[in-house]
């Protein structure tokens, strides 16, 4: 008796290879939407933080997360320096020099203007010694506060040429370092802290054309430096 053979069944729908390989592609569709959004997350967060850099009363308050005692520190040097000023004129007054040496407060600092009369003979660099009460009271000042001193020499526009001081250059640098060496040598002070310059005739403060003028303009300038101006505070 013969066997009848079953005919072939035939699976409906799509191989099984299929199925697998759209598992995949369907993981791979959701990996890149995710990867999508996570980058459209980013962007915004990173626009916001733009945004909060670029609003400048953020920066002002505070530049960095990290706290810091700078702006105190530098908000006490400041009263310091008012303090300074106003002892600097209490005492011009009472020793009668407020018409040869001028105290004032500007961005630079407290600055001392001091006619040559007040420190120096014409055409030296010695210190008189009717100078030093003046000069010691300064260095008592400054003793107990950090700020950086700068001491400036002018002269008028009259030419020199000696064997010490060639031209107004030297007369006028040696006139600054004779300050400064007064106020170390006497008030144990760092010398790290000055600066001496010699502007010789280049900086009037008045015309050269008469005798009161050239008198103005022959000067020393002591300025206690203003912590908060980076051109004065770097030695």
């Known amino acids: ?17 299929m199925v697998t390989f759209s598992d995949l592609i369907t993981l791979v569709l959701v990996f ?6 996570m980058s459209q997350i980013d962007v915004n967060k990173f626009k916001a933080i733009a945004d909060s850099l670029n609003n400048d009363e953020i920066l002002e308050y505070n530049s960095s997360i990290v706290p810091s005692d700078i702006p105190e520190e530098k908000d006490e040097q400041e009263e310091s320096l008012d303090t300074l000023l106003s002892e600097i004129k209490s005492y011009l007054h009472e020793s009668g020099l407020g018409d040869v040496i001028v105290a004032t407060r500007t961005e630079r600092g407290v600055v001392l203007v001091l006619e040559e009369q007040v420190l120096f003979q014409s055409g030296d660099a010695t210190i008189r010694k009717d100078a030093y009460p003046f000069l010691n009271k300064i260095g008592q000042l400054i003793t107990n506060i950090p700020h950086l001193v700068k001491v400036e020499g002018h002269t008028d526009n009259n030419p020199i040429q000696t064997y010490q001081y060639p031209s ?8 600054a370092s004779s300050v400064i060496r007064y106020l170390i040598s006497h008030h144990d002070l760092d010398p790290a802290r000055f600066v001496a310059v010699g502007y010789g005739e280049t900086r009037p403060i008045a015309p050269n054309d008469t005798a009161s003028n050239l008198q103005k303009n022959r000067r020393v300038e002591v300025i206690i430096a203003n912590p908060t101006n980076k051109s004065e505070t770097t030695p």
């Open 32 to 37: 890149f939407i995710l990867l999508f959004s």
């Open 1 to 17: 008796m013969r066997r009848r053979l079953r005919p072939e069944q035939t699976s409906k729908g799509a191989p099984k290879w």
């Open 168 to 175: 107004n250059w030297e007369l006028s640098t040696a006139r």
